[in-house]
């Protein structure tokens, strides 16, 4: 204490700054109720699920997976994706996968509801077909697919056990082995987006910045220690 009372330019110099510096945080200090607000950030990940979110129905629950195939989807990327969405209902913590294999439309003669895309992907002619009407649902269809047919999304759905960040995580990961091992074998890219996926990555991105400023924190806390106190030993005694 003596010495600082010594040097008061000194710590004139060292706490005036700190204090500048944090007073640059007091406007952002604020409350949000929504998830996809308390999340909202220039992040890579948030704006792909802000652009996929406008282009697609999925809701801030969900995982949505962009597949995007490098023209008009063809008989073998469908197989590549309906084993996709197939591989995707076995994994821990998956609920529901809603994808354009999930839809229906009531046969014309019995008036029995049947799967909209055809059991036979190799009938190039009739699958187009089905494309083209899954695009056309109003209300569905058209957030399922894109209107040039070479985009879809398949959302997935978390059991209420996995919903937390810990379950979340876990699920993430194992589809996005998934989705890399798919897009080996095939010649579709896939991408996994959501308000889940973004807040594991922008959560993860928070702890390794927090790992970063403790370092830095308890750095500046040593060095004005050892500039007030003048003994390397107090300065460790005073720090840690």
Partial sequence: MATSVRRPVWMFFLIVPLVLLSGFGIPRIGFE???????????????QYVASSKSYAHSETDIAVLVTAANRFDTAELEQLQ????????????????SVFS??????????????????????AAVQRALLQVNSQPGTGARLISSDLHQTVVVVSLSQAFSDMKGSSAVLAELQDLATDTQIESSLTIGITGLLSARDQIISGLKQDQLRINFLGGLAGFLISFVVFRSFWVTILNTF
């Fill in 33 to 47: 109720d929504g998830l996809k607000s308390i999340f909202a950030s220039d992040a890579v990940t948030f704006q």
């Fill in 83 to 98: 084993n996709f969405v197939l591989e995707s209902q076995f994994l821990d913590g998956v609920e529901a996968v809603f």
């Fill in 103 to 124: 839809l229906r439309r009531a046969d014309p003669a019995t008036n029995e509801l049947e799967p909209l895309m055809p059991a036979d992907l190799a009938d190039g």
